[in-house]
C-alpha cells in the first residue's frame, strides 16, 4: 500500500516491506539566497509509477555556466531525471542511476551544442533512489548527501573537487582550505567533460528515524557539519527547515541553497493528526 499526502512543500510517503512499514516525509527548499539575482540550483522528488508505492526518488542539482545558463543545466538535470527514473525504476537501482547521469550528460552536452550561449554550462548532481527500505545513491559533483542516525552525522558521498582530493592524498589539510578559489574547483560535473564517472552506492538498509539530506553546496559552506548535526536532531524536521533557511540568509551566504530532507517513521508508530509540526510550513 502507498499513501501519498502532499501540503505545500512537505510530502508523505509510505512503504511497506516483508520486514518493515516505513513513512517518508520530504521536507524541501531552494532558495536564491540573499546575494544572487537567480537561482541555479534545481530540485525534484516524486515516487515512480507503476510501482505499488514501494520506490521514493529525490535529487539536488546545482548548475554553473554564463548567461543564466546554470539555470538551464540544473533544469536539464531535474527534468531528465524524471523522466528517465519513470521510465527505468523497475531495473537494478545502481545501474538504474548510472544511466540516468548518462542521459543527463548528454542532454546537457547536445543542448550546449545546439545553443552557443550555453557552452560550457554544467551542473553537480546527487541523488537518492528508494526501494522499499533499502536506498541507493548516486552523485556527481560537489552537492552532498548527509544521513543522521542515532545521533551521528555522516557524509556518504564525496565532493569531487580538487581541494578534497588533495586533503584525501594527505597534500594539505582541512584547515589550509577554508576559503579561496579552489575551494570548489570542481573534479568531474555533468555537461562539462567528455564523459563522466559517477559515485554510485550499494544498497544502504534504511531504519527509523533515519534522516537523509541532499543539499548544495550552499547549504554547507553556512552551516558546519556540527550545525547540521544540531538541526537534524530536533523533533520537527519542518521547523529545522526555516532554520536552515533564516541561518543562510542570516549569514549572507553567497550562493544559492537548496536541501531535500527525507525522515523515516515506523508508520504503525505515526498518528495520522495533523499536528504543530506538520502546519508549520503550511
Not at 508523505?12 to 546575494?35: D, F, M
Not at 548518462?102 to 554550462?121: C, D, F, V, W
Request: hydrophobic share 35%; aromatic share 8%; proline share 3%.
Amino acid at each position: 500500500m502507498f499513501i501519498w499526502k502532499k501540503k505545500n512543500n512537505r510530502t508523505n510517503h509510505t512503504a511497506t516491506s516483508e520486514e518493515e512499514q516505513y513513512k517518508y516525509r520530504v521536507y524541501e527548499l531552494s532558495e536564491t539566497g540573499p546575494s544572487r539575482s537567480n537561482n541555479e540550483d534545481a530540485i525534484v522528488h516524486f515516487q515512480p509509477d507503476g510501482l505499488n508505492g514501494e520506490t521514493l526518488f529525490a535529487m539536488v542539482a546545482d548548475g554553473m555556466g554564463g548567461h543564466n545558463a546554470g539555470e538551464v543545466a540544473s533544469g536539464i538535470a531535474t527534468d531528465t531525471a524524471r523522466h528517465y527514473v519513470q521510465n527505468h525504476a523497475a531495473k537494478d537501482a545502481p545501474g538504474m542511476l548510472k544511466g540516468m547521469f548518462a542521459e543527463i550528460h548528454r542532454s546537457i552536452l547536445a543542448s550546449a551544442a545546439a545553443n552557443p550561449e550555453q557552452e560550457g554550462m554544467g551542473t553537480t548532481g546527487t541523488a537518492v533512489f528508494i526501494r522499499k527500505n533499502k536506498l541507493f545513491y548516486g552523485h556527481v559533483g560537489d552537492s552532498r548527501l548527509y544521513r543522521y542516525a542515532e545521533g551521528t552525522l555522516m557524509q556518504l558521498t564525496t565532493d569531487q573537487t580538487l581541494v578534497s582530493q588533495l586533503i584525501r592524498e594527505g597534500k594539505l589539510q582541512p584547515g589550509e582550505t577554508a576559503t579561496g578559489d579552489m575551494k570548489h574547483l570542481l573534479l568531474q560535473a555533468l555537461g562539462t567533460a567528455a564523459d563522466i564517472q559517477p559515485e554510485l552506492s550499494k544498497s544502504i538498509f534504511i531504519r527509523k528515524d533515519d534522516c537523509f539530506l541532499l543539499c548544495s553546496d550552499g547549504i554547507y559552506d553556512v552551516l558546519s557539519d556540527e550545525e547540521i548535526k544540531a538541526l537534524l536532531s530536533m523533533q520537527q524536521p519542518s521547523f529545522a527547515m526555516e532554520c536552515i533557511k533564516s541561518l543562510c540568509y542570516a549569514r549572507r551566504g553567497n550562493d544559492n541553497f537548496s536541501v531535500i530532507l527525507i525522515t523515516v517513521t515506523d508508520k504503525k508508530n505515526l498518528p495520522d493528526l495533523v499536528t504543530k509540526e506538520q502546519n508549520i510550513m503550511l
